[in-house]
């Protein structure tokens, strides 16, 4: 408990809203942050109750605490899924303002840059939030309130200086990963999809299928935060690991909020050249727009391009 009850003055007006939320955890099976942890404190009902308890003095402010605000990817699952309509992300964006007034800066899902960092300022006019800026004698500064998460940033630095310290399995490596297991121990597996989370809305994840029943899969669905964020070398995967093919999902033109979808088209339409001048059908790889949330539609494209690569055959 708190000897003295700390003022959260961007926090406050969020108190009605706050005690709108009935525990029902609907938000939390959307949180890509709880589908890997497990844990409680990383799912929007959890930072709302801890908000709530900030705000009345119930929670002691502590680093820890501080750290679970200050991350969250704003894919906003949380809040389509909500019974009662909580604006959890905006009320956790007005916490951040608080502890950032307080001291606290995370970095949580905030990327930051490592002082090996070139300063060629490609980060900051990537940002589609304006939260990186680059201040004479500190070098790259990112506003923790601005930025989304988004890692679009980590994916253009030229010399790998810029990372996300709690990716939650949503980094490069990890997916790289996944799409390598995948496809070495499943004999059947013959494609990735990568599909955006803003685009892509999964089913509730709390049971599983036996192993038995899942071993001869076609194709794994790999959910990346952005489309932006799928670099050459992760597209490439794949076909490293006898892939036939490659699908990447991603927001519609004008509906992507980080402008992610046209890093993507340009990346994908790269690799068709690159898979081109090796004599592999550039068609192999796939770009499809799915409007947010729209699953019917991208399992219509799943099961569409999946016969066109049972068509092709294995690459020889």
């Known amino acids: 408990m708190q000897t003295e009850k700390i003022k959260f003055k961007n926090l406050e007006k969020w108190e009605g809203m706050l005690a709108k939320c009935i525990r029902c955890g609907y938000c939390y099976e959307h949180c890509p942050m709880f589908k890997f942890t497990r844990w409680e404190s990383d799912a929007p009902r959890g930072k709302n109750i801890l908000a709530?308890?900030?705000?009345?003095?119930?929670?002691?402010?502590?680093?820890?605490?501080?750290e679970k605000s200050f991350s969250?990817?704003?894919?906003?699952?949380?809040?389509?899924?909500?019974?009662?309509?909580?604006?959890?992300?905006?009320?956790?964006?007005?916490?951040?303002?608080?502890?950032?007034?307080?001291?606290?800066?995370?970095?949580?899902?905030?990327?930051?840059?490592?002082?090996?960092?070139?300063?060629?300022?490609?980060?900051?006019?990537?940002?589609?939030?304006?939260?990186?800026?680059?201040?004479?004698?500190?070098?790259?500064?990112?506003?923790?309130?601005?930025?989304?998460?988004?890692?679009?940033?980590?994916?253009?630095?030229?010399?790998?200086?810029?990372?996300?310290?709690?990716?939650?399995?949503?980094?490069?490596?990890?997916?790289?990963?996944?799409?390598?297991?995948?496809?070495?121990?499943?004999?059947?597996?013959?494609?990735?999809?990568?599909?955006?989370n803003w685009s892509y809305h999964s089913d509730i994840q709390n049971s599983k299928l036996p192993e038995?029943?899942?071993?001869?899969?076609?194709?794994?669905?790999?959910?990346?935060?952005?489309?932006?964020?799928?670099?050459?070398?992760?597209?490439?995967?794949?076909?490293?690991?006898?892939?036939?093919?490659v699908l990447v999902g991603v927001c519609p033109d004008g509906e992507c909020t980080h402008d992610g979808n046209v890093a993507a088209q340009k990346r994908v339409t790269k690799m068709k050249q690159t898979l081109e001048s090796l004599d592999i059908n550039p068609e192999r790889i796939h770009l499809v727009q799915i409007p947010r949330g729209d699953k019917q539609l991208f399992q219509a494209e799943i099961d569409t391009f999946m016969e066109k690569l049972n068509q092709m055959g294995p690459i020889r």
């Open 72 to 196: 969250c990817f704003f894919c906003k699952r949380c809040e389509a899924a909500c019974s009662s309509g909580v604006q959890i992300t905006d009320i956790m964006l007005d916490l951040r303002r608080d502890l950032v007034e307080l001291g606290y800066k995370g970095p949580g899902t905030t990327s930051i840059t490592a002082r090996s960092c070139a300063r060629c300022l490609q980060c900051v006019r990537a940002c589609p939030h304006d939260a990186r800026d680059f201040v004479d004698g500190e070098g790259i500064v990112v506003d923790p309130v601005k930025c989304k998460s988004c890692g679009i940033c980590v994916e253009i630095c030229p010399i790998e200086a810029i990372t996300i310290p709690l990716s939650f399995g949503t980094d490069t490596a990890e997916m790289d990963r996944r799409a390598t297991e995948f496809l070495q121990s499943h004999t059947s597996a013959k494609a990735i999809v990568f599909a955006c």
């Open 52 to 66: 709530h308890g900030l705000l009345t003095g119930e929670v002691e402010l502590t680093t820890e605490i501080a």
């Open 212 to 245: 038995s029943e899942t071993h001869d899969k076609e194709y794994e669905i790999l959910v990346n935060l952005c489309g932006g964020r799928l670099d050459k070398n992760l597209l490439l995967t794949p076909f490293l690991n006898q892939a036939w093919g």
